[in-house]
Structure formats: structure tokens, C-alpha cells
């Protein structure tokens, strides 16, 4: 099983970017604490600002991964073409949406998420921790699939 | 560690209610896979159709348990009585939210959660399994407060 | 062919309540127009302020009533837990939402039902009467599918 | 008595436009259904799709009819002259609307009707059947008053 | 000078449509007041409940009219099509558009004009007599200009 | 027969204000017309900027005029105040709302008119000449009610 | 002169929840203060997390209670049943709303009152002194009545 | 403990103005009233049109009065700069507002606030009583802050 | 292969119309390039002011044309009874929409379409040229089906 | 050249009036910074809480005065008035809106400035130092015209 | 005659990504149709996931190209900087938006073009057909300007 | 003093792009005034029409620049990537938002910006111009924290 862990915008400021929001733990303490969960899955942990290459990764991962798990950052409110390169791969690669903070307690722009109806499931609020419960959320999808 | 699991309106049908959103376990199923994944957590595990039934077992778990799951089902997008009930004992008692459904796949209605931000995350769209993250999210929670 | 009548908030008043609106007859009048109409037709007739003893009440329906009729009154415009209700059952126990007065002509909250979506259709404006045409046209549909 | 039942805008297509929806009965089958229902009720039956001619056939009833049962289709949703129509005369010809299917099932744009709050009330979602329980409401009604 | 009076959906019945809100006088009162008022100006009155015919006497009006009186009745809240025609003329026919009532009083659809950017001005309140101040408004209108 | 004449914000500068839009005629020219035209009423005409003069002129009308033309300017679009004001007085002292410009053609703010519904009737469009139409309006009112 | 003193969900937790909010009160604290400033009225006062209660409480008062003061909590801002049944009984048991917070400054959904409309009055922002002030005025308004 | 007292637009009319919603009573006699019922409090106790002199008698409040009791009248639903004063002062000088009238009864422009969440509370529906009432809530407020 | 061409209200003026919006063709130009381009499909072509003759001629397109153009002017942002007509028909006969001008640089109201969904696609601002386009578009369309 | 610098309501307050959000310095200090920053431009300062007394001081400004820096405080929002009043001398007598907040971290009604389209240009959030760049800024545009 | 043809976010996938929606037809095969449909027309065929890159190509077109086509794909609904880079070279550069499916028929979102009204018109709903329309659309206007 | 001025999509296009609304300079005259006007402060001066690169460049800004003066373009009122970014750094590197041209004069879109609330303030409408006086407000704003 090997899953792509996709990772959006400012997401490269974690550990130092508001951490009464995001949390105190960084990108790479994620990948370590997700390899360490559920070592017989291969992990690509990756991190972008850009809505492009993200859409190109995401495009690219029919026949090379078994799912995604995604946190688009400011591009969940705003970005239709990240739904539809979502969407395009979803029969055979599903994805899950995970978010550090709870978004419902933030800005009213937070609260909706244009990405989500083509995840399978969305987490948040849980910090870095998510990115664990996602991965155990997309194996067990993959599983019963 | 003791928890609450809390389940709201038509949660009772679940397994024979249009079973291609919800999925075919049973509550009874769930319960039971919740308290196999984390044994040493004490789970009491209650269903009602009534928001004031809930509100009611909100507001006395102070002192007496350590966490909430709640999946409100359908209260999710109309009681802001269940979101004072959970904000009036967040400081002690946290709550983490459940969905089976993804519901931003669902009608307009459902992509908003009055009582997400009264929680400290909410996890949607893994059926069954997702209590058992919540279980998981909860004890994270718990232990790094 | 059995059928369960439902009544919501407040219609225990009935007769007495705003009569220039919701007419003279008391439920017990109803109920007895409609035994006298259709006799052939079991009817339990009931009425309850909860909505949760309402949603309790249609999830027990699967085999022991062919149809359901029900006025939610104040809970149509409100209860996504009420639609979810009726939808869980509505494959096998279809139901008729049937209103005393023309909710087009009252206040702009009152023009939208939440519930009619999950039923096979609506009946409105002719007071009491209008339960005698709810049962005609749920025998009516029952008869024909 | 004698009600002018009337019927708007491609009601000519019954029985061949998307039957899903709208049944597989012609006009002329409910016509001649709601002629045998009541017989000792005179009905004119028209159907036209113009809503200048709706209007215009309304406007002259005073006098002539006792009652209207209307189904606008489209209009329904649109027109303020039927509106206007329907209210010029309401004193003493009063007008119940009819459709055959659930319109809250449909579009949104079908969710509210424009022309209701003129008339004494409204029966959807029973295919053809609805104009026979249409004629009772209307007879009913004209008696009462 | 050459004047088209128009009036639209259900004005044929004035004077004893809902006399409280448009007045006992009728069409014919009214036009015998404008002709008597400023005899100098030929006045062509017509009433029609189609927006088609009202969008084809517009169409023509070009060498053959001076200016337009128009009370498009229900049509005024709806119609982007006689809009288009009054715009379509506008250059050579100008319009003056006139309400019985004063429709800033009734319900909220009717506060909305799509007609009257395409007209000079607007007149309404005062019942028949202001069809003859829009006529005394459309003379002034066409001299200054 | 006394009337007063009131004019809002910014009226002070008509004849160079923005004239494609308002005219060229300034506020004298309006009253001299006014006054030449139906010589046997008494008009008193007034200008102000200020709203809280507006609401102290138009409450101080009872017994003392009786009727009153204004053009509330920006303040029609704004001011609850004003509205109050009118309405307060109405049963006594009616008025007529007037506007140089049609609001229609303008920005969506000037669409909607708090103060119309105030008043018996309103005009617009017609620039200096529509105070002379307004005069005849009120009169009109006046005697006939 | 006997008064129904209702109190709605979560208010059982007063005293403990959030006080800088609701402040440090009890519930008893507020009855005892009640029946020290009037004591010639009889107050029968209590609290329910329930809606299906407090309607069946209210249209019950007739003849028993000759007014009502109500907290609804929550539900003043999502219970349209809870309208419905002040409206039924407020011909003869009037009712005053009363809130410990002052609404408007907080979260938007609490800046509307759905049950407001069917009350003599509102008083909000003075934590529990402002139940005795709801005493003051309903009696004043019995006795003015 | 000295309180200013202030009034808004058109509220010198008041007693005469549409005393079937404002009641029959002057600003004098309820400046008596509230004089009578708690002589120790010194109460000045104005009236004006104009929101201006409202913000500067606000402004200048600081260091002469306790507090403040206002009835901003239509004011209450347009004027931001009034929401500005209160606030500018509320440290110090904490207001009370008061509405003669139950506003949720009225048209849906009056059923928002802008300057009560500036105010400590609010009270309405009670007529000239309400400021009575309003000066013993602020008197508490005074005495237990 | 044969098609019916449809134009609407006002469509008759084109040429001498606002020729800066809709250009300088006439509708005969039009007619003439369409048969001149594909000379091998039949060309119905029509125009008329009313919405009732639009949908009347659509309803009647079953088995007699291959594919309609249509061109509903202003009818294709009010009006659902074009809507349903295309819809109704649309299984056996397809339709193009086209419009003269690009809509979306116009008024807001213009920028949505009611009709375009019962259509197989949408051509717009290429003046009369679109309708060429139309054609090329629909006889693909028909051919690959 | 000679620029008038205008205050709204509430401005005679700043360095007392929160302090954190508009800043410690009184106008006082702001006109003295001004006119230290560029000596050569003669600047007449003015506040007033009066919406009347800016719209009159505005409309008087035409070839005494080169430009005008405005702070409209709250009447920013809501004064269409004022707009007016600045699109009235906007040919000759440009203006520059300034605001000491930042008002988009504000309340959501302080989000849209009514006024700022009738001015040159907006600064805003420097506190006292946005007025000598406004003075700046027009004195670059009037040169540069 | 030298023409971009430009692709958006999500087309590389074309022929695999969900079909049904938008056909079989690769990016590929749609080049080779628009070069063998006009040979005389130079083509640059170009696709890119990124916001960016099409903005930089757009801004290089004035004096390379005669015009564009463009399939902005979600940038459609979303990107004002797409609009911006169109609206600036649209006076040398004319750009023709194409669409493969009929996006009215699809999610809410996709119904309003935000690029739309910098170009000359809009082609949607043909498949890879369209591409080759908006080519003889874009030659046509670029020979009749 | 270290300052990093960023400029977003198109705006390499200036000087040629509709002069009439963004002036005639080009982005090197913009810098070369910046660092003519305040030698003493050392400015980055950058232009990309790609977001992610923006955001990039902000969130490297920490240690290396004191502050930022920025023109996100049209991703001012789109991208909540960069109002993140901006954020993030806020703390120590703030930035100050400039825009060309007065964008509240132009389409609604343009009137609120998402990116604003991150920065300390905001200048708009003086061309080139505004970006001189963007550096002095940065400067001060740094000198007085």
C-alpha cells in the first residue's frame, strides 16, 4: 500500500506560523509520526505552495498510489481545480481531507470546504495528530473497498 | 479514562436506514469495536432521538467523565441548545464530533455544523470507523491537554 | 391497511388555538371524520409536543403501518430530524404532510417545508377536512404502486 | 355547481413528457376521472399555454363559476399576473391549486409558489389523482363557506 | 403629438377588482379623463393581458407615436422582455410608466421595477388620475427635448 | 390649501450639480414654476441638509398645512427617521414623494425608497417639471379624500 | 395574580456555566430573588431542557396562570413551536421574554429572536436581576390591560 | 448617581403619534414617572431630532453622569455613529436602551440593533414603564459593577 | 435532417435595435446564412413575441424536426416554462441555445440562463454569425449521437 | 493651495476614545503634524458630529478650496448623503478619503465604504500619520492633474 | 492569422477523466481537429495546470497572435487574474471562451464565468467539438473587425 | 531598514494595460521613485503572476526584511493563501497593501479584499504614486513600533 500525503499552502511555516492554531510540531515531525504509526504503508510526503502542482501530483497518482490524504491549507475555500483533479483520480484513488485546526471555529470563509465532496472523509482539529488518524481512516477505506 | 458516547435522532435505524450513506453496521457494532480498539477506556454508549435527552447528559458528565463523542446526526445543523450544552462543559469535558457520512457530499443543510465549534474536532465520512478515530482523537486529546 | 396519523406542537389545542386560522374542529373531531370516511382503513391517531417522540414513533413504523399521515405543524419549517425520519421509512411506510391552513399566505418562515421532500406529497388550507383528502390520496397511492 | 379547472404551460405533453415524473395519464384521462368522481359537479376543463389566456379566462368567472382549480405548472412559480388573477376574483370564486408532482422534491425555483397565497389551498405530489381530491377540497370548501 | 396608452395583465377589470387598493374608476373612466384633460393630444388607449401583444404595439410604435403611457401591471415585477421592448424604442418613443397604487406599500416583489430603467419616469399612487399627470409628464418631456 | 415643500441633502446645489443627472434649473426656478402654476395654493418652500430639520418641519405640519411635497434626496434611501416622521403625520397631512432623476436608471442603493411607503404616491424622472405634477397630485388627493 | 416563570435548556447549569457570560446566579437565587421584590405575586417557577415541555407547559395556562415570564435559551432562537404556543394562549396569559446575556453582542444567530413576536416585551443584558424586572413589567401590564 | 436620559427622532410627537403601537403617554409624563419611582437618582431628561446632538450630549457624558438611558427611536436600526458614542463612553458611562414598542412585531428593518450591543441591556414592548424599568436595571448594573 | 429555428420577443427588431449590442444584421440575413451554410439540412425558421407560441412549437417538434436553435432573448432569463417545453422534448429533439450578444458583460439578470440546461450546449456573442455556429454545432451533435 | 480637512462623528473624542484602535493622539496633534509635514499648503481643520454640517461645508468648497481630506468616521457606512455631497465637486474639488483603523479587521458593516468612490483615493490603518499622507497624496494628484 | 489555444487546469487528464462529463477526445485529438478543420490558421496549442502560466502566455500575446482561445477549466469560476490578463489584451489579442460540457447543467459554482466578459463570446456544452467552433467564431471576428 | 515590495499577476503589464485606469508608469518607474524618495531604506523590489511564488516569498521574509509593502492585484480579492502568509509573518515583518487604482469605484468583486486584514493598512488610488507613500507609511509605522 503506498499513499501520497499531499501538503498546501504556508504549511512549510509549521511549528513557527501561529502555533496557538496550527500546533508546535513541524512538517517533518508529522511524516515521522505517520511512518511510525503504520510502518508497512510507503508514505510520499510532500509539501507545495503552489495550486499547480498540486493538481499535476494529484493527476499523476492513477496506478502509482492507493490513495491521498490532503491538507490543502487556504486552498480548501477557494480552489475548484484542486476538486476536480481530486474528483478525476477519486474511483481509483481516494483521498482523505485533514485539517490541524477546527475550521468552524475560525473565519466565516473557513467553514466551507469546496474540496471535501471529493475526499472520502474529512478530519480536523486534531493538530498533527490528524494526519495519524487519516492515515488509519484511508487504510481501513482500502481495506473494506 | 472514562467517555461518553453520545448518538442523536434515528441513530436506532442504523444497519437498516438507506444503508449506501450510513453503512450496515449497527450501533451495537460500533460500541462493540470501539471498546475492542482501546480497552482500557471505559465507554458508556447511548442513543436518543431526543435533543433534550442530550442536552440533559451534556451537562452532567462534569466530574464524572473525562470526554464526549457525539455524533448529533441530524441535531448537527439546527440545535444551538446541544452547542451550549458542549461549550458549558468544553473546559473539562471535551467533546470530538462524528459523522458516518461525508456530509459535504450531502444536501446544502448539512454542510454546516452548529455544534462543531463547540468541539475540540470533528471527523466525518468513514461509516462506522470513524467512532473508533474519534476514540483515538479523544485519548491524543486527553493525554496532551 | 393500517395507517399511522401523526399530529405535532400545539395541535393538541386545536379548536381553541387562533380559530380564524386553524378552524373550529378539535382533533378528536378529525379523527372521527376520518374513521367515517375510509372505515375500511385502521387509523391510530396520535398526538405529541416532541419531536423526538414523533421520530421514535415513524422509525417503529417498518411493518406494522402501510402509510403514515402527518401534520408536524411547526416542526415542518424546523426538523431536519424529522425528514430523516420519514426518509428512513419511506420505502416501505410512504407519507402524506398535510397542513390545516395555507402556509403560503402566513409568515415567509412558514412558506418552506423541510419535511414535504420525504414524502410523496402535500395537502394544504382546508382545515381538518384536508386529513380526509390525506387519506384518500395515501390509500389512493398505496393502491396504485 | 360548476368549476373551471384549468392547466398551463405544456400540460398538452401529459402522458408522454418525462413520465417519471408527471405519470402516464393524459388530460383526458383525468378530465374524464374527475367528471366520474362528482358527477352532480359541472367541470370545464381547459389547458392552454399561454398565460395571457389563464388570466383572461379567470377574469371572467365571477358569475359564471363557482370555483377554479388551477394548475399553473411553470407559471406557478413566475407569473404575478395569475397571481393577480386568481386574488381579483377570490372573493367569489375561489380557486385551489393542484400539481402533480412533489415540487419540493425538484428544483429549488419549484419551491415556492407565487400563485398559492391566492388561492383557499394546495395538493401536490399524487399525479392525477391530486385534481379528484382537488374537486372534494373545492366542493367541500364551497359548501362550508 | 401621438400618444400609445397601454395597460397590461387583469387592468380590464378595473374598477371592480379590489377597489380598497386600485380605485372604482375603470379603464374607460380614465381614458375619457386623459382625452379631456389636454384635448390637443390623440390618445390610442388599449388593455391587453398578454406581455406579447404589449411587446409587439411597442415594437411598432416607431414613426408612428411620439410617446408611450404604459401600466404594465404584474408585468412591471416580471417581464425583461417588455423592458427590452421599451429599451428598443426608447430613442425616438420615449416612455412615462404609471401604477394605480403605490406599490412601495404592498409586497415586497412589487418594489422592484425591470421596466422602468427603460422608461423617463415613473408616476404611482394616484389611482386613475395619474395616467393623467403621466400625460402631462410625457408632453413636457417631449417639448423640452 | 397650504403646502409644504421640502427639499433634502445637497438640493442647495441643484442647476450645477452633476445636470446631465438633475437639470439645470436650480431650487428657485422649481418654486416660481410651482407657484405659477396653481397660484391659489399657498406653498412654503424649504431646503436643508440637515434630517433631524427635515423630521422637525414635517412633524410640526399638523394644523398647519395641508399637505406636503418632498424630495428627501439621499435621505430617501436611508432614513428610517424620515419614514417615521411622514407616517406620523400622515393621517392629517399627506405627502408626495418626488425625485429629479429616475432612480431606477442609478446605483442599486437608489432602487429602494424607505420613505415612499409614507407617502400617498410617489414621481421621479422628470426633473424640475415633476415638483408641478406633484402639486397637481397632492391637490388632487386633497380634494377627493 | 399568579405568573408560569419558564426557564429552557442548559439554564439548570446557571451559576457554573461560563458566568462571565451568565453570570454567578443560580437558578434558585433568581426564584428567591423574584419572590422577595413582589411577594404578593405567585410564581410557579421551572426549568426543562426540553421544547415538548415548555409548549405542553404553556398551553396549559389558561385559567391557571395570568402570565408568563419565559427564558427559552437556545430554543428563542430556532423554535418556531415554541412561538406558536405563546401565540396560542396570548390572548388571555400574556408573556414577557427575558435574557441573562445581552444577545446582540454576541454570536449572530442570537441577534434574531423567534419567539419575541409572540411576547408583550423583552429584556436582556442584566443577568438575573432581569427576571425581576419581567415581573415588574408583566405586572404592570396586567394591571394596565 | 446622576443619569442622562435621552430621546431620539420624533419621539416629541409621542402621545399623539400612532398611539395604538407608541401608547397614549408624553415624554413629560414619563419623565414624571421615572422621577417618582426613584427620586434619589438625579435623571436629565432630553429630547431631539437630530443624531448629531445625540453623539455630542453622549460625548460629553464622562465624568458628569453615571450613566446613560437612550431610546434612539428609528436611530436605533441606521445610525453606526451612535453605536460609536455609546461605546466611546461605555467604560465609564454604561447605557441602557429602551423601545416603547415590541420592534419584533414590526417591519424586519426594526428587528436589528446597531447601538444596543454598545448598551449594557435592553428593554422593550413596555411602553412609557419601560423606562422606569430601565432605570432600576441601570441603577443595579450601577451598584453591583 | 430538419431543425426549427426559434426566436423571441423583440427578436423582429434586430437590425434597427440597439444595433451596438445585437450588430446590423436583420433576422433574413440570418435566415439566409444559415441555409447558405449547410444547404443539405432543412431550415424552419420563426419569430414571435410570445412565450405560449414558443412552448406550443416546441411541444409539437416530436417526430417532425431532428434539433432546435433557439434563441429565447430576455424569455431565457425568466422564463420556466421554455425550460420545461426543451426539456420535455429533449430526449428525441435536441437543442442549441444562442444569443446575439456575450450576456455575462450585460446586466446582472442576464447573466443567468433558465433555459441553457434543457439544452445540449450554449453559443453566445457572435451575433447573427452564432447562429451559423448553432447549426454546425447541432448537426455534429446529431450525427455523433 | 488650499485643502479643507474634515472629521466626522466621534473624532472630537480620539486619544480618549479606545485607544487601541484609533491611536493616543488628539486631532490637536494631527492638524499640528499636517501642517508641519508641508508648511506651503494652507489647510483649514474642522470636526463636527453633524452629517447636515459636512454635506453643507462640502458643498461650499468649489473655488475656495483645492481639495478635501475627509475622515467620515462612521458615516462612512451609511451616508449616502455625504457621497453626494463629494461627487458633487468632484470635478473641481477632489477629495481623499482617510481612516485611522484599519477598518477591513473590523466589524463586517465597517468592511464597505459608501463614500470612498466619490474621492481620488482611501488610506487607512496608519492612525494619526494617514492624514499627512493624505495631504501627500492630494497634493501629488492635484499637481498631477 | 496566428491564434493561442489555451487549456486550463485538469485537461492533460482529457479521455480519462470522467467521460461521461467530458467525452473521449484527448487534448490531443482536439488539436489535430482544429488544424485540419482550417489549415490556413496557425495554432499554438498549449495546457497547463497553473493560474500563472496562463496569465504570463495571455500578457505575451500583443503582437504575436491574433486572438485566443481559452478553456480556463475551474480558473473559470474562480480566477480574476485570469480575467485581468484577458481584459488586457483584449483590444489587440480577442480571446473566445470554450467549454467542453454545458456547465449549467452542473454544480451552482459553474454557472457564473468569471473570464467570460473579457472575452468576445462563450461556447459551451459541444464536447471537443467546440474547440473547432470557436475557432471559425474567433476567424470570423477577427476578419469583420 | 529592509523592505520587500512584491507585486502580483499582470502587473509586469503596467504602462500599457488600460493606462486610463493604472496610470502610465511602468513598474520600474514605480521602483525607481520608491528608492529616490527614501534612499535610506534598502528595497527588494519583485513582480510574479504566480500565488504560490508570493507566498513564498512572504513566508522567507522573517530575519531578512522589516516589512512589506505589497499589491497582490487581483489576488487581493481571491487568495486566502496569501492573506495566511502575510499573517503568518505579521507579527514581525507587517505589510502595507497598495492598490493602483481606486478599487471601490470599480466591479463589486473589487470592493472587498481578502489580503487587507493581514496588513497594517491600506492606500489606494493614487497610481505609482501610492507606492511612495505605501514606503513612508511602512517606515513610520516601523520607527513608532
Known sequence: MKILALN?????LL?????EIYGYETLADIEAEMKATL??????FRQTNSEAELITWIGETRGLYDGIIINPAALTHTSLGLYDALKAVADEVPAVEVHLSNTHTREEIRHKSITAP????QIMGFKGFGYTLALRALAHSLKSS
Not at 498546501?8 to 512549510?12: M, S
Open 39 to 44: 510502518p508497512e504503508i510507503e508514505i510520499e
Open 15 to 19: 511549528g513557527t506560523r501561529e502555533p
Open 118 to 121: 471529493a475526499c472520502v472523509g
Open 8 to 12: 498546501g499552502p504556508n504549511l512549510n
